[in-house]
């Protein structure tokens, strides 16, 4: 096989952009499948290509070795484009775009937000992760939370993250209205979160749901429909240390503010309460003015009536006496 010619058709996935000795490593993808194989294209025809083109090409297969993994994989070396052509969506991508349409007009919940909210009440957030059966990723995560670790009750359900009914029997099983998170590392195997029926499970939970699989250069279709999602199980425990942090910083910004504005309000208070004395201290004397006024006022008049009415007592006395007199004087003259 690696000594002989091939005609290969495919849709081109651009890698990284990196110019590895004037090649470049990028992907081929099958047409009706997500089977993939590494493409190494020459410099000049990669510049001929565009992420997503239907291509034709010829190409001869070579090897590579990948000590990491411990495996040998297969590359398809391109000799020369024969075509290229713009794909058309086929059913699979259609229904794939639709769920993550739908995704987006049900609305994507707020992870920190929800975390926050818990940690503000003193409460201890709630997550369920789902791993792999022999993952030891649970140690990474928590290696990230470092301190943070308390404010977290943290339950790994081990599941085997290969088969899908498995996978979609957990999440409905573990939806409790929480935080749900599915998490693995990267490797082979990736293609399997784009399957439609683990999205439809997904897009029907009740929790906020997570994801944290594969790498920088996996984006599967789960991860899209995702409420929040991460590149590595490492970056979900940073994250995680990292809201507790922040949540702590605000709530202590949060208690002074409330303090400074209590004691702002409360001076504001005290101050309207002082004037509002004044106020009225200043309007009582000014009653008080004002009532002694009319006091003075009603005695000089009671004493102007006093004395009219002595003036006229005595004007009465005296008429009365010289009426007196008259009678006297009528009396003893009709006597004799």
């Known amino acids: 096989?690696?000594?002989?010619?091939?005609?290969?058709?495919?849709?081109?996935?651009?890698?990284?952009?990196?110019?590895y000795n004037g090649v470049y490593y990028d992907t081929l993808k099958d047409e009706y499948s997500d089977t993939t194989i590494a493409l190494i294209l020459p410099a000049a025809l990669r510049l001929k290509v565009r992420d997503g083109q239907l291509i034709e090409a010829t190409a001869f297969f070579n090897k590579r070795q990948q000590p990491a993994g411990a495996?040998?994989?297969?590359?398809?070396?391109?000799?020369?484009?024969i075509s290229r052509q713009e794909k058309v969506v086929d059913e699979k991508e259609q229904r794939a775009l639709e769920l993550i349409q739908r995704k987006a007009h049900a609305g994507y919940k707020d992870l920190e937000a929800a975390i926050k909210r818990e940690l503000y009440i003193q409460q201890p957030v709630?997550?369920?992760?789902?791993?792999?059966?022999?993952a030891i990723i649970d140690k990474d995560i928590m290696h990230q939370l470092r301190d943070a670790a308390p404010a977290y009750h943290i339950d790994f359900i081990r599941i085997k993250l290969s088969q899908p009914t498995e996978i979609m029997?957990?999440?409905?099983?573990?939806?409790?209205?929480?935080?749900l998170i599915l998490s693995r590392g990267g490797g082979e195997n990736i293609q399997l979160f784009n399957n439609i029926d683990i999205?439809?499970?997904?897009?029907?939970?009740?929790s906020i749901f997570v994801t944290a699989i594969g790498d920088s250069d996996d984006e599967p279709l789960l991860q899209k429909v995702?409420?929040?999602?991460?590149i590595t199980p490492s970056s979900?425990?940073?994250?995680?240390?990292?809201?507790?942090?922040?949540?702590?910083?605000?709530?202590?910004?949060?208690?002074?503010?409330?303090?400074?504005?209590?004691?702002?309000?409360?001076e504001l208070n005290v101050q309207h309460k002082i004037n509002d004395l004044n106020t009225k201290l200043?309007?009582?004397?000014?009653?008080?003015?004002?009532?002694?006024?009319?006091?003075?006022?009603?005695?000089?008049?009671?004493?102007?009536?006093?004395?009219?009415?002595?003036?006229?007592?005595?004007?009465?006395?005296?008429?009365?006496i010289i009426v007196v007199i008259l009678l006297l004087i009528l009396f003893f003259m009709t006597r004799k």
């Open 282 to 320: 200043a309007d009582s004397a000014t009653q008080l003015q004002e009532a002694r006024a009319n006091a003075e006022n009603q005695k000089m008049h009671l004493m102007t009536m006093l004395a009219n009415e002595k003036a006229k007592g005595k004007k009465r006395t005296v008429v009365y």
């Open 236 to 266: 979900l425990g940073q994250f995680l240390y990292d809201t507790y942090v922040n949540s702590l910083e605000e709530t202590s910004n949060s208690k002074a503010r409330l303090i400074t504005d209590i004691t702002r309000q409360v």
């Open 169 to 179: 029997s957990k999440l409905r099983e573990y939806d409790r209205g929480e935080i």
């Open 226 to 230: 995702a409420d929040k999602a991460f």
């Open 1 to 19: 096989m690696l000594n002989q010619i091939y005609h290969v058709k495919g849709i081109y996935k651009a890698g990284k952009g990196v110019n």
């Open 126 to 134: 709630r997550i369920a992760i789902l791993i792999g059966q022999g």
């Open 71 to 81: 495996r040998i994989e297969l590359t398809l070396n391109v000799t020369e484009l």
């Open 199 to 206: 999205v439809k499970v997904a897009l029907g939970l009740r």
